[in-house]
């Protein structure tokens, strides 16, 4: 039973655009949520992240939003650049436990 | 740079052998922590090391995967008597603290026959 889903397996978003990552959980204790970014070959680098105590965390071209009564988080980047075309994972954790992790969102910017 | 390194990148091996896979964190770096992806999958938590507390060993598939952290840095996850299952790709990742940031190695993509 998956504590944490990313529901979408791939988005294709012009660039310029926005692009809205999400991602949904189940256990009501996660109180800090990350997302990290992945190229090919590459390890996971982290991108942005949010505690329970705030709804929104902007940085940059990235914004991150946490809706704890509906269990959803998302990541919105605007502008979108063609370097953005990764897969995107959420991560989350409850006090001092290991991060969970959704499958990933594979985003293809197109020029 | 000095990030988080892991060999070898790739290992094919045949099934019912043993394999090692190497993780060198960042230095300075406390905790480390193993991950598995499997095809289609997200990362799936395996063992954490934090300084010299006992690792928190609760992702562990199977008691044919064990771990060691010597002298605080290099960590090596071993697999014994593999099975096809086990194919994945092995990640480690570091961070200064427990709840710090995690940096993650390019990982060692393991194809078992």
């Known amino acids: 039973d998956q504590q944490v889903k990313q529901n979408s397996p791939s988005l294709s978003v012009q660039e310029g655009r926005i692009s809205i990552l999400n991602c949904d959980y189940t256990n009501s204790m996660f109180d800090y949520f990350l997302w990290y970014k992945k190229y090919p070959a590459e390890g996971p680098t982290f991108l942005i992240s949010i505690s329970s105590i705030k709804d929104k965390n902007e940085d940059g071209r990235f914004t991150v939003f946490l809706n704890k009564s509906a269990k959803h988080l998302s990541l919105h980047i605007v502008p979108s650049q063609p370097g953005d075309s990764a897969v995107y994972f959420c991560a989350l954790r409850s006090g001092n436990t290991p991060l969970v992790f959704g499958k990933g969102t594979r985003l293809s910017v197109i020029a | 740079g000095a990030g988080v390194s892991q060999s070898p990148s790739n290992k094919v091996t045949e099934k019912g052998k043993d394999v090692e896979l190497r993780c060198d964190p960042i230095s300075g770096h406390t905790a480390l922590y193993w991950y598995r992806q499997s095809l289609g999958q997200g990362l799936e938590f395996l063992i954490y090391?934090?300084?010299?507390?006992?690792?928190?060993k609760s992702g562990l598939p199977s008691d044919r995967f064990s771990a060691e952290r010597t002298g605080g840095s290099v960590s090596t996850l071993t697999i014994q008597r593999t099975q096809q299952e086990d194919s994945a790709v092995y990640l480690c990742?570091?961070?200064?603290?427990?709840?710090?940031?995690?940096?993650f190695g390019p990982g060692t993509r393991l194809l078992v026959l």
């Open positions: 990742a570091s961070s200064l603290g427990q709840l710090e940031t995690q940096y």
């Open positions: 090391f934090q300084g010299n507390s006992a690792p928190d």
